[in-house]
C-alpha cells in the first residue's frame, strides 16, 4: 500500500521573505544616502566654484569695501583730511578739521573741499546709485563689475565724552554738525541733490549720536571721538545676481 507523507511546514520560507524585505528597504535607504551625499558634494563644489569666480573680480568678494575705498578715494582727492575704513564700511571725517571746536559751524576751508568733494562723488556714484546707472555705461564702471548698488549713505555726528554746555549738548552738537556736512553736500544745486536709491528715496541721510559710540581702545576725551562718520550700506544682492551682473559686464552685454 503507498503511503503519501504530509509535506511539512516550510517556516524557513517566511523567514527568507521578511529577510528580502528588510534587505531592499536597506539597499533602498542606502541608495539614498548614496545620492544625498553626492547632492551634497555637488552643492559644496558649485558653491566653491562662485566664491573663486567671485575673488577673481575686484569687488565681487567684498563689494562694501570696494565701494568705501573708490568714495574715501574721492574724498581724499577733495583734500579732505578722512580715515578710510573698508572693513567697517565707515569714512571718517574728524571734525578737528571741519569745526572749530564746540561749534557746528563748517570753517570756509572745510566748506570749500566738500563742495568739491561733492563734484569728485559725483563721478564715482552714478555707478553705484540705482537713478544714476542708466546714464552710465560698463566699461565706466569696471570698478563694480558685479553692479552692487547703494542703499544708504549715512552721516552720523559723534562726539567726545566730554559734556557740551551748548543747547542740545552733545547729542545736539554731533546732530548739527551731520546736517551742517549734509546741508553742503546736497545744497545750492549739488549734483548729488537728485541721487535716489532703487526705492526713489534720497541717498544721504544723517543721525546722531553724541558721546554713545566712543571709539574703542581710546580714551573718551580724545579728538579722534569727535568725528562725522559716512556710512555706507549696500542694497542686498545674492551671489546669483552677482555673477550674472559680472557675466554681463565681461561679455559687454
Known amino acids: 500500500m503507498l503511503m503519501l507523507k504530509p509535506r511539512p511546514l516550510q517556516p524557513a520560507g517566511k523567514e527568507d521573505g521578511e529577510g528580502s524585505y528588510l534587505a531592499s528597504a536597506s539597499d533602498l535607504m542606502i541608495g539614498l544616502l548614496f545620492i544625498f551625499i553626492i547632492l551634497v558634494v555637488v552643492l559644496a563644489l558649485e558653491q566653491r566654484r562662485q566664491e573663486a569666480e567671485l575673488e577673481t573680480v575686484k569687488g565681487a568678494a567684498d563689494p562694501r569695501a570696494s565701494v568705501t575705498e573708490v568714495i574715501g578715494q574721492a574724498l581724499k582727492d577733495a583734500k579732505l583730511d578722512v580715515r578710510v575704513d573698508p572693513a567697517s564700511g565707515v569714512i571718517s571725517l574728524p571734525s578737528d578739521t571741519l569745526f572749530a571746536l564746540g561749534s557746528s559751524a563748517l570753517s570756509v576751508p572745510a566748506t570749500q573741499a566738500i563742495r568739491d568733494a561733492r563734484e569728485r562723488l559725483a563721478v564715482v556714484l552714478p555707478c553705484y546709485v540705482s537713478s544714476e546707472r542708466q ?115 565681461g561679455s559687454g552685454g
Open 135 to 249: 546714464h552710465v555705461t560698463d566699461k565706466r564702471c569696471a570698478h563694480n563689475r558685479g553692479w552692487h548698488e547703494i542703499d544708504t549713505i549715512f552721516l552720523e555726528g559723534h562726539t567726545d565724552s566730554v559734556a557740551n554746555t551748548n543747547p542740545g549738548g552733545n547729542l545736539g552738537l554731533s546732530f548739527d554738525r551731520a546736517r551742517a556736512i549734509q546741508g553742503v553736500l546736497l545744497g545750492d544745486g549739488s549734483p548729488l541733490a537728485p541721487f535716489r536709491n532703487s526705492a526713489q528715496q534720497p541717498i544721504f541721510s544723517y543721525s546722531a549720536y553724541g558721546a554713545d559710540r566712543l571709539l574703542p581702545g581710546i580714551n573718551g576725551a580724545a579728538a579722534e571721538n569727535r568725528r562725522v562718520d559716512m556710512r555706507i550700506v549696500l542694497k542686498y544682492q545674492s551671489i546669483n545676481e552677482t555673477l550674472e551682473n559680472v557675466k554681463r559686464a
